[in-house]
């Protein structure tokens, strides 16, 4: 059975940082591309970052770069998202994701084959 257990979510200033951990278990970690989402209320899950299983390859939606950091543990079965210089608009819940198909760009939902049941980040103003 497949697990992924997000944590490190909860309530911070805007300009503050937070650090998500996914631990993944039941899967062949090292050979997934890893990646996070994230939903705002009202709006749909949209892509926020991935990397690939092998190579560090990252690849990032143009309204983070140069604020998060994706990076994972393949040895502890652990994704991060590091997130600096956190702004209102990221409040949203933040959804871990494995998706064992070819690493290029941005995924879609429906190419990710398991979900973490997600952990809410809210940045106040």
């Known amino acids: 059975q497949v697990q992924l257990v997000e944590s490190g979510g909860g309530l911070v200033q805007a300009g503050g940082s937070l650090r998500l951990s996914c631990a993944a278990s039941?899967?062949?970690?090292?050979?997934?591309?890893m990646g996070w989402f994230r939903r705002a209320p009202g709006k749909e899950r949209e892509f926020v970052a991935a990397i690939r299983a092998i190579g560090g390859i990252t690849y990032y939606a143009d309204f983070v770069k140069g604020r998060f950091t994706i990076s994972r543990d393949n040895a502890k079965n652990t994704v991060y998202l590091q997130m600096n210089s956190l702004k209102p608009e990221d409040t949203a819940v933040y959804y871990c994701?494995?998706?064992?198909?070819?690493?290029?760009?941005?995924?879609?939902?429906?190419?990710?084959?398991?979900w973490g049941q997600g952990t809410q980040v809210t940045v106040s103003s």
């Open positions: 994701a494995a998706d064992n198909s070819a690493f290029g760009g941005s995924w879609s939902v429906g190419r990710v084959d398991y």
């Open positions: 039941g899967l062949p970690f090292s050979r997934y591309n």
